[in-house]
């Protein structure tokens, strides 16, 4: 079957929210049993090109961009509080990380200013980018960052908080 942008009258609108209606979902189901979950979210957002629904455009009273930010606001809220809903919050690591960099078309005043670079840039402003971690009960909320974070580190962290690094095949290098 085809897939993607090839599907007639095919638009990215849709995917942000039913990311979020997907999420809520499994949580619901997944919260009920006693077996751990994961959930994998990769959002469209905040992200080029600015798919935002007409339910959110004119929100932020700034820009298109500014919406689609409040409107990704929204659908992570949506999920926390299904979290909360579930009971499933005070046991869950949420773990929340950018991609690459801000684009100069909508940060041109930024406070990236002091970093050089941006998306796509292997310099310091292309890979220093916004986290946050809600773990309740090992976090502790509202703390200032005081050590460095990386992607590759995310995999091995999650096997060994899950239990399962002993079950990471020892026929390949795993970054972390």
Do not use: C
């Not at 090839?6 to 077996?35: H, M, N, Q, S």
Request: hydrophobic share 40%.
């Amino acid at each position: 079957s085809q897939q993607g942008p090839a599907l007639k009258d095919w638009t990215l609108e849709p995917i942000l929210p039913t990311l979020g209606d997907r999420a809520v979902t499994f949580i619901e189901r997944e919260a009920r049993t006693p077996e751990p979950f994961l959930i994998y979210m990769p959002l469209t957002s905040p992200h080029t090109p600015l798919s935002v629904n007409d339910e959110w455009k004119g929100e932020s009273g700034l820009n298109l961009y500014a919406d689609f930010v409040m409107e990704t606001d929204a659908v992570v809220g949506r999920v926390l509080e299904s979290l909360k809903k579930s009971g499933a919050a005070e046991n869950t690591l949420v773990v929340w990380i950018s991609d690459n960099g801000p684009m100069y078309a909508f940060y041109p005043n930024s406070g990236y200013s002091w970093l050089r670079g941006g998306k796509g840039d292997v310099l310091e402003g292309g890979v220093r980018v916004p986290a946050m971690a809600v773990w309740p009960g090992m976090i502790a909320p509202n703390q200032d960052p005081v050590d460095v974070l990386h992607l590759t580190d995310l995999f091995t962290t999650a096997a060994r908080l899950g239990g399962a690094l002993d079950n990471i095949p020892d026929d390949r290098v795993t970054d972390g």
